[in-house]
T-cell receptor, first 113, second 115 residues
Framework: GNSVTQMEGPVTLSEEAFLTINCTYTATGYPSLFWYVQYPGEGLQLLLKATKADDKGSNKGFEATYRKETTSFHLEKGSVQVSDSAVYFCALSDVNSNYQLIWGAGTKLIIKP | DVKVTQSSRYLVKRTGEKVFLECVQDMDHENMFWYRQDPGLGLRLIYFSYDVKMKEKGDIPEGYSVSREKKERFSLILESASTNQTSMYLC??????????????FGPGTRLLVL
């Protein structure tokens, strides 16, 4: 069945460091891929998405590229800020999950000033 | 902006109580969802609804029921609360799309403690 695997957290970085949060997936179809972010005390919100292979999603300085050959959708940011501290969730949907979102476990990111 | 509101941010209930969690969205979305969020487990879908009075079981429906009498409101009911239902509950809504996943919009969550 479909599944999403994220790197375990917490990930702790200093401000202005380069960020990578790994996400790999298993899907039998051609999924759409998503990154959602949950800031402290808030619900989740969509950060970026990609709907086909080689697409790059981007928002707020974050990027992720849909890599079908490695079944990955790693989240990157060149220079993180304290305000980026949050929990990041990778997710997929495709026809075999009836278009419901399949979620990773989440990765907590802590940015120190 | 889409707004999804949940009736309580924090709730404390006793084992065996009947618990109602309410969710309201203001964007005329067809789809609504209830998830629970537990550390290390991500989000798990409890129930979803794609129309008024329609509901579908998610991955973990046991011990829960739902009600959708109006398009904007989706209620989660814990018939007899148990300690293993202590969790964060998240409601979400999305526009209906037959062929792909539309963005889900989330409420702030209800943190439920069952004693």
């Amino acid at each position: 069945g479909n599944s999403v695997t994220q790197m375990e957290g917490p990930v702790t970085l200093s401000e202005e460091a380069f960020l990578t949060i790994n996400c790999t997936y298993t899907a039998t179809g051609y999924p759409s891929l998503f990154w959602y972010v949950q800031y402290p005390g808030e619900g989740l919100q969509l950060l970026l998405k990609a709907t086909k292979a080689d697409d790059k999603g981007s928002n707020k300085g974050f990027e992720a590229t849909y890599r079908k050959e490695t079944t990955s959708f790693h989240l990157e940011k060149g220079s993180v800020q304290v305000s980026d501290s949050a929990v990041y969730f990778c997710a997929l949907s495709d026809v075999n999950s009836n278009y419901q979102l399949i979620w990773g476990a989440g990765t907590k990111l802590i940015i120190k000033p | 902006d889409v707004k999804v509101t949940q009736s309580s941010r924090y709730l404390v209930k006793r084992t065996g109580e009947k618990v109602f969690l309410e969710c309201v969205q203001d964007m005329d979305h067809e789809n609504m969802f209830w998830y629970r969020q537990d550390p290390g487990l991500g989000l798990r879908l409890i129930y979803f609804s794609y129309d008024v009075k329609m509901k579908e079981k998610g991955d973990i429906p046991e011990g829960y029921s739902v009600s959708r009498e109006k398009k904007e409101r989706f209620s989660l009911i814990l018939e007899s609360a148990s300690t293993n239902q202590t969790s964060m509950y998240l409601c979400a809504s999305s526009v209906d799309s037959q062929w792909y996943q539309e963005t889900q919009y989330f409420g702030p969550g209800t943190r439920l403690l069952v004693l």
